[in-house]
């Protein structure tokens, strides 16, 4: 694997003030009380240090000890004022902005997500970095804003010391810059703990869907009935022996230097000093007993300052390369074009010509050279067996992806040159791997919060999938909660129930193209012909696209198109297609078991 170059100075410079603009976009405020505070409290610590020098050389001249304790209170007061201030505002107004600003970021992280296109979860190498860019971006936002504030205070403290060392004795500030040598140690300690961090994102995230997997109940039936546990609990080994082994890479390193760095800092910045100071101050009597003191402290707050100075800008590149994963994530534009300017969806015919199409990373076509037409009201059926294309056919029609080549019209208008919005809603869509959420039963139905209004449109298409019953007499009927992982009064369901609901949904929609991709395969075969003749008598005057792999219902479409392989092999009525004596006959008659119930009811 191609290891990830380090961001260079510009670019570090680059990245963390696209991070700064999008932290003052959604809380500029933040950012002003960060710096006004760390401002003052540079200022105070310096002003403390000033009188620690004055009270002390005073006394050691036998002055006023008045004048020490009216400069003591003046400074009492100012630092009082200060922290009982600050501690107020950290506990009010601070997470206020903080959370304004993690709500923002994570609002407007969710809301580019979702206009991803589907293509970006195929691509291994993108999902990774979108992966570490929605982990990332709240805690790197916060740390580099944290960064800036201690640079900022830092850049005032080292002044206003380094200006009172050089006063007091100028050897002083040399010594307090020696440590600054040193401080390149931390170069390779943040290299080490970026490559560590990135080395175990895919080992957090695989240890997660672990867990996942033995304490989330849908997992539960297969984990006690079936010997699964075992390989999962390999899994779990194999990924803690990676952990340690990453460990064993960079815990050895990251230690090592950390303790070099931290004896170095100690020997510069405290025992030199301290050891030089008592000499001018015992034995050449060159500095007062307060200067000797200060300048001990002041030359641990100019040390301190370069070293956090240093430290932080270290930050800033590490925190550069995650920003590299985030700003693609934000800054990425869609490859399938939205046209909002552009023309409306007509409701007319859908036609399908000469359509390629192949997953990325993939050498094979998925879809190969279909072309039929889908005229308006007409009730089509998709059929074929597994994996011959049905289901990415249907992806393209709402347009989730584009055709590696080919065209697609609805109403003689290619779908690429029409609104993308107005393109998927003319579908109602019921997807083969449709989702329910741990919402009402309600919003599970119209996806958004339902008004009064919507009541009895409700009760009906629960009534036209014979699931009305089900919530009728619970307490809170239609906004029954349809899951317990947040309302220990919500109702469990079974698979065909959820089903239901999911198709309940197309007839709330005024779309007037529905598509069913096999949501029924929790359905009996006599449920599942009665579901789609009621489904067909409903939206008698809308056009409907159903996949299925029982060929009895596919007997109620008007027009069968038999798929394999990505090819389009047959296409007619049931009648014709049997009398044509091909593979959808052949599948027919394999399964023709099933269909003895749709006899018998003739």
């Given at each position: 694997?191609?290891?990830?170059?380090r961001?260079?100075?510009?670019?570090?410079i680059?990245?963390?003030?696209?991070?700064?603009?999008?932290?003052f976009?959604?809380?500029p405020?933040?950012i002003?009380?960060?710096?006004?505070?760390?401002?003052?409290e540079?200022?105070?610590n310096?002003a403390?240090?000033l009188?620690?020098?004055?009270a002390?050389?005073?006394?050691?001249?036998?002055?006023?000890?008045?004048?020490?304790?009216?400069?003591l209170?003046?400074?009492a007061v100012?630092?009082?004022v200060?922290?009982?201030?600050?501690?107020?505002?950290?506990a009010?107004?601070?997470?206020?902005l903080e959370?304004?600003?993690?709500?923002?970021m994570?609002?407007?992280?969710l809301e580019?997500?979702?206009?991803?296109?589907?293509?970006?979860?195929?691509?291994?190498?993108?999902?990774k970095?979108?992966?570490?860019?929605?982990?990332?971006?709240?805690?790197?936002?916060?740390s580099?804003l944290n960064?800036?504030e201690?640079?900022?205070?830092?850049?005032?403290?080292f002044?206003?010391?380094?200006?009172?060392?050089?006063?007091?004795?100028?050897?002083?500030f040399?010594?307090?810059?020696l440590?600054?040598?040193?401080?390149?140690?931390?170069?390779p300690?943040n290299?080490?703990?970026?490559e560590?961090k990135?080395?175990i994102t895919e080992?957090n995230?695989k240890?997660?869907?672990?867990?996942?997997?033995?304490?989330?109940?849908?997992?539960a039936?297969?984990?006690?009935?079936?010997?699964i546990s075992n390989?999962?609990?390999?899994?779990?080994k194999k990924?803690?022996?990676?952990?340690?082994?990453a460990?064993?890479?960079?815990?050895f390193k990251?230690?090592?230097l950390?303790?070099?760095?931290?004896f170095?800092?100690?020997l510069?910045?405290?025992?030199?000093?301290?050891?030089?100071?008592?000499?001018?101050?015992?034995v050449t009597?060159n500095?007062g007993y307060g200067?000797?003191?200060?300048?001990?402290?002041?030359?641990?707050?100019?040390?301190?300052?370069?070293?956090r100075?240093?430290?932080?800008i270290m930050?800033?590149q590490?925190?550069?390369?995650y920003?590299?994963?985030?700003?693609f994530?934000?800054?990425?534009?869609p490859?399938?074009?939205?046209n909002?300017k552009?023309?409306?969806?007509?409701n007319?015919?859908?036609?399908?010509?000469?359509?390629?199409?192949?997953?990325?990373?993939?050498?094979?076509?998925?879809?190969?050279g279909?072309?039929?037409t889908i005229?308006?009201?007409e009730k089509?059926?998709?059929?074929?067996?597994?994996?011959?294309?049905?289901t990415?056919?249907?992806?393209?029609?709402?347009?989730?992806?584009?055709p590696s080549?080919?065209?697609?019209?609805?109403?003689d208008e290619?779908?690429?040159?029409?609104?993308?919005?107005?393109?998927r809603?003319?579908?109602s869509?019921?997807?083969?791997?449709y989702?329910?959420?741990?919402?009402?039963?309600?919003?599970?139905?119209?996806?958004?919060?339902?008004?009064l209004e919507?009541?009895?449109?409700?009760?009906?298409?629960?009534?036209?999938?014979d699931?009305?019953?089900?919530f009728e007499?619970?307490?809170n009927e239609i906004?029954?909660?349809?899951?317990?992982?947040?309302?220990e009064?919500?109702?469990?369901?079974?698979?065909?129930?959820h089903?239901k609901i999911?198709i309940?949904?197309?007839y709330?929609n005024?779309?007037?193209?529905?598509?069913l991709d096999?949501?029924?395969?929790a359905?009996?075969?006599?449920?599942?012909?009665a579901?789609?003749?009621?489904?067909i008598?409903c939206c008698?005057?809308?056009?409907?696209?159903?996949?299925?792999h029982r060929?009895?219902?596919?007997r109620?479409?008007?027009?069968?198109?038999?798929?394999d392989?990505?090819?389009?092999?047959?296409?007619g009525?049931h009648?014709e297609?049997?009398?044509?004596?091909?593979?959808?006959?052949?599948?027919y008659?394999?399964?023709?078991?099933?269909y003895l119930?749709?006899?018998?009811?003739?």
């Amino acid at each position: 694997m191609k290891k990830k170059q380090r961001p260079s100075f510009f670019q570090t410079i680059n990245n963390n003030i696209f991070l700064l603009k999008i932290i003052f976009q959604f809380s500029p405020w933040l950012i002003v009380y960060k710096i006004i505070f760390s401002t003052l409290e540079s200022f105070i610590n310096i002003a403390s240090l000033l009188y620690l020098r004055y009270a002390i050389n005073l006394a050691q001249n036998i002055g006023s000890y008045t004048n020490i304790l009216m400069v003591l209170l003046i400074v009492a007061v100012i630092v009082i004022v200060f922290q009982v201030t600050k501690s107020i505002l950290n506990a009010t107004i601070l997470p206020r902005l903080e959370y304004s600003l993690k709500c923002g970021m994570k609002w407007s992280t969710l809301e580019k997500a979702g206009n991803f296109d589907l293509s970006c979860y195929d691509d291994t190498a993108f999902y990774k970095k979108y992966t570490v860019a929605f982990v990332e971006i709240v805690d790197r936002a916060i740390s580099i804003l944290n960064s800036t504030e201690k640079i900022i205070s830092s850049l005032i403290a080292f002044f206003a010391a380094g200006v009172l060392s050089y006063l007091i004795n100028p050897i002083f500030f040399i010594f307090a810059l020696l440590p600054f040598a040193v401080s390149i140690i931390r170069k390779p300690i943040n290299k080490n703990n970026f490559e560590y961090k990135k080395s175990i994102t895919e080992l957090n995230r695989k240890k997660a869907y672990i867990q996942k997997v033995f304490y989330q109940k849908k997992y539960a039936n297969e984990i006690r009935m079936t010997n699964i546990s075992n390989p999962i609990f390999d899994e779990f080994k194999k990924n803690s022996k990676e952990f340690e082994m990453a460990h064993k890479k960079y815990g050895f390193k990251l230690a090592f230097l950390s303790v070099l760095e931290s004896f170095f800092n100690r020997l510069f910045s405290q025992y030199i000093v301290l050891f030089y100071a008592a000499w001018q101050t015992l034995v050449t009597g060159n500095m007062g007993y307060g200067d000797c003191l200060v300048i001990v402290s002041v030359v641990e707050v100019i040390y301190e300052s370069i070293n956090r100075i240093v430290s932080e800008i270290m930050n800033f590149q590490n925190n550069s390369q995650y920003v590299d994963d985030i700003k693609f994530m934000w800054d990425y534009k869609p490859q399938i074009s939205i046209n909002e300017k552009s023309k409306k969806v007509s409701n007319g015919d859908v036609c399908l010509k000469n359509v390629f199409f192949k997953y990325t990373g993939l050498n094979d076509y998925t879809i190969k050279g279909i072309s039929f037409t889908i005229h308006k009201g007409e009730k089509v059926a998709l059929v074929g067996p597994n994996g011959a294309g049905k289901t990415s056919l249907i992806k393209l029609l709402l347009r989730l992806y584009d055709p590696s080549s080919g065209d697609i019209f609805i109403c003689d208008e290619n779908i690429k040159h029409l609104q993308l919005s107005s393109v998927r809603k003319f579908f109602s869509v019921v997807l083969q791997d449709y989702k329910d959420f741990a919402f009402t039963l309600s919003e599970n139905i119209l996806l958004r919060k339902p008004s009064l209004e919507d009541e009895e449109k409700i009760r009906d298409a629960l009534k036209k999938t014979d699931i009305y019953n089900v919530f009728e007499k619970e307490p809170n009927e239609i906004n029954t909660n349809i899951s317990k992982e947040f309302d220990e009064n919500g109702v469990e369901l079974s698979s065909g129930q959820h089903q239901k609901i999911a198709i309940s949904r197309i007839y709330l929609n005024d779309a007037p193209f529905i598509i069913l991709d096999e949501p029924s395969s929790a359905l009996d075969p006599k449920a599942e012909y009665a579901l789609y003749q009621n489904i067909i008598k409903c939206c008698n005057e809308k056009t409907v696209l159903f996949i299925s792999h029982r060929m009895s219902s596919a007997r109620l479409a008007d027009k069968i198109v038999f798929m394999d392989e990505g090819e389009l092999l047959e296409i007619g009525s049931h009648n014709e297609l049997m009398k044509k004596n091909g593979k959808y006959a052949q599948l027919y008659k394999k399964q023709a078991s099933n269909y003895l119930f749709e006899e018998s009811d003739k």
